[in-house]
Structures are given as C-alpha cells and as structure tokens.
C-alpha cells in the first residue's frame, strides 16, 4: 500500500470489471491494489475491482477467488459495474462485450489494437450514443503517452505527419541483425529465446501489429476512420543480411516504420497515406538510435513543429502503466459526471492507395562490368519518370560483375515498383542484391 492519501474520499466507489488476467491484466490488478489509496485521491473516489473475467480461474491463485469468474458476459452486464478494462486481445467475443458495455454507458478501457484498428467506428457510435467513455493509451506504443497528446495536446494544431517504430519486437530483430550481421531467422529465433516475440510471431514481423497501430494514429491525426485494411502493409521477414549490409555501406540502418502523412495532390485536395514497411533511414535520424524492443514516434505539425515520444512499447508492467492512467481519467470524468473527448473523423479525408504515394528507393544491383550497362540501367529509370538522386558503380578485381547502388528522388511507389522489375529483367543485370524504401532527412 503506499503512503501518500491527501484527502479522505467521499464519492461512491467506481466499480471496475477487468476482462482477462494474463500479461497485462496480472499487472492491472497489482497496480489497483499497491496504488488503491493514490487512485482514490487522485480521482476523487475509491476504484474497486469487482470482477476478473478469466477462461481458466484455476490458473489465477494470486488474485482473490470471489473476484474471477468465467462468465464475461455476465460480469459486463452487472448493475454496479462503472468500467470495463479489456485486455484479453482479438476481435470476438471482446467486441460484442465492449459494444455492450458502451452501449449500457459504461465506459472503456482498451489496449486492443487489432480491434480497434478493424472495429473502432462501432465502439465509438456505441460511446457516443450513450454518453460513454473510450479510452486506448496501451492500444499503440504501450506505456508512451501518446494518443492523449495527439488526441488532446495537438487538438489545436493540424498534424501533418507521424512516423515512427511501434513494434518492439520487429525492432529487436532488427537491432540484432544490424548488431551481429545475423539474418533474419537467426534473430528471430533470439527474439523468442528472450521471450521478445510470442509463440505465433505473425502478427509482429507480418506488420499486422504495426498496421493496427498506424490505423489509430492516423484516425487520431487526420481527424478520419482509418481501419487496418486502410494501411499498406509489409513485415521483416523479407529483409536480409545484404539489405542490412547495404544500409549500412551508405551511413543507414533498417527499421520497420509506421507512416502516416497527410498529403495534397495536384488540385489540392487533401488525402491520407498510411503505410507500414521497413526502410533505411541515416543512422543520424532520431529513429535509428531507437534500439531493441522499445518504440519511439516522431510527430510533425505545423504549429508545434517535430516532437518525438519514445520509451517502452509492450510489456505487462509498462502497458498496465497506460491502462491505468485511462482508468484514472474515466473515472475521474464519472465523479465529474462528464465526459473525455470524443471520437473526431470529421475531416473524413480519403485515403491514398500506396501506388499513388511518393517514396523514394534504395535499389543495390548485382550487373555485368561491362561498357553501357548504366546507360541501360539509366534508361529504365528515365522510362518510368522516376528521377535518381544518387549512383555508385564499383568494379571488383579479378571479376566480370561490378555492384551498381541505385538511391532515387520520391517518385509514385507504382512506378518505383514497375522500374525494378524491368531493371531486373534486363540481361546484364546478374542479381537484384537489395530493394529498400529510404525515409527521413539526416539530422
Ligand atoms: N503484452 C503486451 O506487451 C501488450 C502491449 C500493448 C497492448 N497489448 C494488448 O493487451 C491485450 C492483452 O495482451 P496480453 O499480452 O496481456 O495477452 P495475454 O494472452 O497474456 O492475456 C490475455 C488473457 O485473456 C484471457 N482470455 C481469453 N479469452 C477470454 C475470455 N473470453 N474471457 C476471459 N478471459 C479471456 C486469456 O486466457 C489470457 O489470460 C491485447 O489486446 C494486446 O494486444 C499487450
Ligand atoms: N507485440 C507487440 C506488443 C505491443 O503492442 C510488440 O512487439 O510491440
Ligand atoms: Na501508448
């Protein structure tokens, strides 16, 4: 228990049902009780825990047994329940409970991206129409306050970007690829060792958690519902040792980033493009000191300027870190009887596909020393309309091939696609050794 109480409590408790107890939700519940003096004066009413929804309570031996039960469903329908904090993940049967939750004007506290990401619109309606809150600071970059500042802080300013490293645990593989000249499947298999990546690592080094997290920050920036099939796509899996070996050789190191950008075509009519890849960025980038398992993102608006957020993106502790502080402000805003900010999608701005947007590649080529083999190369780029900003050829002794670096201007990522492939095809082109999107400016 801690020691510092300021003032005694008047108002009714505020009865918190938790759904799931596993990495996060073990944390919650001692987080409630060493800090239950703290919390109630600090919102100005005791939070209680009056219910655990688990699937195995057996499994529980050190959380109160009259709390767990099996039925989730009952648990969220209970008359005296005010907060309903989710961390069990996916997509069914939480959604329902949440819908219902909010629908009965319960307030929320989520740290589930994926549902978010895919169902977001529904969860808010349901929040609107009853007068409920939705909170989901551990949903994206875990113990970083985050969303708050985008959704409350920036709520005067016009964001004109976020980018940023919102998976550790594709961050881990990378850090210890760029550390060790290890590939790809050495460094997973480490990730899971230290217990980095989960048993069905997908979701991180497919993009899908990272994608999640993009959706939500650019609904959040741009003021539109932006979902999960909104947000091009790509994971790690593909990068290897060469990739690694390239950035390096030109002063950049590969990370998997999140992109959000607001953009203004030909007519002026403003899009969104958001987008999930690796890429090489300078090693004098903020981003690419940002090593391991934690999470930092850069966010530019006008006003404001550049601000960047970093610290730890997962972890039971860290993560329950957020959850709480969401539990604070719901429960404050009850003992106010008054409400936290709503869902903003107002602006409504489309979407831009990945084809359309501009991006700028590294293209390492294995090709023929032989006279004329740049001009073809040339050729190819000048065909598509994509400018290059740099070239390097050097010749190796004793050898018929000569390695030949590519680096781009921005260009449509359509036509950027299209200049590889027929590059790749050409005769004296012997091997693509490396393709890679190159992001930010040197610092
Ligand atoms: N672990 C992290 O670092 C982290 C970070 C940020 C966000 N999150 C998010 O937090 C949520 C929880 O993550 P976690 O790591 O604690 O997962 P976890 O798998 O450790 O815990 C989930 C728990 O929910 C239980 N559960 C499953 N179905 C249930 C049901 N119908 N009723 C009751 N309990 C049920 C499981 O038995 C498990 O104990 C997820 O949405 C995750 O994306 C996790
Ligand atoms: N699997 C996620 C957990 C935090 O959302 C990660 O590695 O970042
Ligand atoms: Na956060």
């Given at each position: 228990m801690s020691s510092t109480v300021s003032k005694p409590t008047a108002a009714e408790p505020i009865k918190v049902a938790l759904l799931g107890c596993g990495t996060v939700g073990t944390e919650v519940v001692r987080l409630l009780h060493e800090q239950a003096d703290d919390l109630a004066a600090r919102v100005g009413a005791p939070v209680e825990l009056t219910g655990i929804a688990v699937r195995r309570p057996n499994k529980h031996r050190d959380v109160p047994a009259e709390l767990l039960t099996t039925d989730a469903a009952a648990l969220v329908a209970r008359a005296d329940v005010d907060v309903v904090v989710e961390v069990i993940g996916g997509i069914e049967p939480v959604r329902t409970l949440l819908v219902d939750a909010l629908s009965a004007g319960k307030s929320v506290v989520t740290a589930n991206k994926a549902l978010l990401a895919e169902n977001g619109g529904e969860l808010f309606t349901a929040a609107d129409d009853s007068g409920a809150d939705l909170y989901f600071e551990a949903a994206v970059a875990g113990a970083i306050p985050l969303l708050r500042p985008l959704r409350?802080?920036?709520?005067?300013d016009r964001i004109t970007r976020v980018m940023g490293i919102v998976n550790g645990t594709t961050n881990y593989i990378l850090s210890a690829m760029e550390a060790t000249g290890s590939g790809y499947a050495e460094a997973l298999e480490e990730a899971s060792r230290l217990g980095y990546a989960e048993a069905d690592p997908t979701a991180d080094v497919d993009g899908f958690d990272a994608a999640a997290k993009a959706a939500i920050l650019a609904s959040i920036a741009f003021h539109t519902r932006v979902t999960a099939a909104d947000v091009h796509r790509e994971g790690i899996s593909a990068v290897t040792a060469a990739d690694i070996a390239a950035a390096r050789s030109l002063g950049r190191t590969v990370k998997l980033l999140a992109i959000c950008e607001r953009v203004t075509d030909a007519g002026g009519d403003e899009a969104v493009s958001v987008r999930v890849h690796p890429a090489m960025i300078p090693k004098s980038h903020p981003l690419a000191g940002v090593g391991g398992a934690f999470n930092a993102v850069f966010v530019e608006a006008d006003a404001a300027g550049q601000l960047m957020f970093y610290g730890q993106g997962a972890g039971g502790a860290p993560t329950a870190s957020a959850v709480l502080g969401d539990l604070v402000a719901v429960a404050r805003n009850r003992v106010a009887s008054g409400r936290g900010p709503r869902e903003s999608a107002y602006a409504e701005l489309p979407v831009r596909p990945m084809g359309q947007t501009e991006t700028a590649y590294h293209i390492s080529l294995d090709v023929a020393d032989q006279p004329g083999v740049l001009t073809q190369v040339a050729a190819v780029f000048a065909e598509h309309g994509v400018s290059i900003a740099a070239v390097r050829q050097e010749g190796r002794d004793h050898e018929p091939s000569a390695s030949l670096v590519v680096v781009t201007h921005a260009a449509p990522d359509a036509a950027l696609r299209s200049t590889v492939d027929k590059v790749a095809g050409l005769p004296v082109v012997r091997e693509v050794v490396s393709v890679m999107r190159v992001e930010g400016e040197e610092q």
């Open positions: 409350e802080s920036l709520a005067g």
